[in-house]
């Protein structure tokens, strides 16, 4: 059954995640591409240690070359040459705010500063160290 509980992320009572929660949320609007293509079902928000904040959209595919909301902002902030992640979000078009996939955490891990990354990982704003939710990197 299909969860269509709309969410709004009112109960986040950090303001820095608030914003961070906003932010991705207003990203998170469903395009078709094409007959094989779509985004935006899912946004992304990363605070960079410079303190701009970096964005971007899943991208899902026919044949699963897709990509998802948190490594297109992660990848975003490197290409405008931020390389250090503090805080990263993710929230579905709904509002639900959805932990990183384990490519994400693995990516994330790889930025070399994986001790320093917290993932929101619900609408309550519970933030967690990256490296609770990947204890065994590769």
Do not use: W
């Given at each position: ?54 964005t971007g959209v899943c991208i899902d595919t026919d044949c699963s070359l ?16 931020d390389c250090d992640a503090q805080m990263v979000i993710a929230v579905t ?17 790889q930025l070399g500063n994986s001790e320093h990354i917290k993932v929101i ?18």
């Amino acid at each position: 059954m299909l969860n269509n509980k709309k969410y709004n992320g009112e109960q986040i009572s950090n303001r820095q995640i608030k914003e961070l929660y906003d932010v991705a949320k207003s990203v998170a609007i469903p395009k078709v591409i094409s007959d094989q293509m779509c985004s935006g079902g899912v946004g992304a928000a990363v605070l960079a240690k410079s303190g701009k904040i970096y964005t971007g959209v899943c991208i899902d595919t026919d044949c699963s070359l897709g990509m998802c909301a948190e490594r297109n902002a992660l990848s975003t902030m490197i290409t405008n040459g931020d390389c250090d992640a503090q805080m990263v979000i993710a929230v579905t078009k709904l509002g639900q705010v959805i932990p990183p996939c384990g490519a994400c955490r693995e990516f994330m891990m790889q930025l070399g500063n994986s001790e320093h990354i917290k993932v929101i990982i619900d609408n309550n704003g519970t933030a967690v160290n990256l490296e609770d939710l990947m204890p065994y990197p590769y």
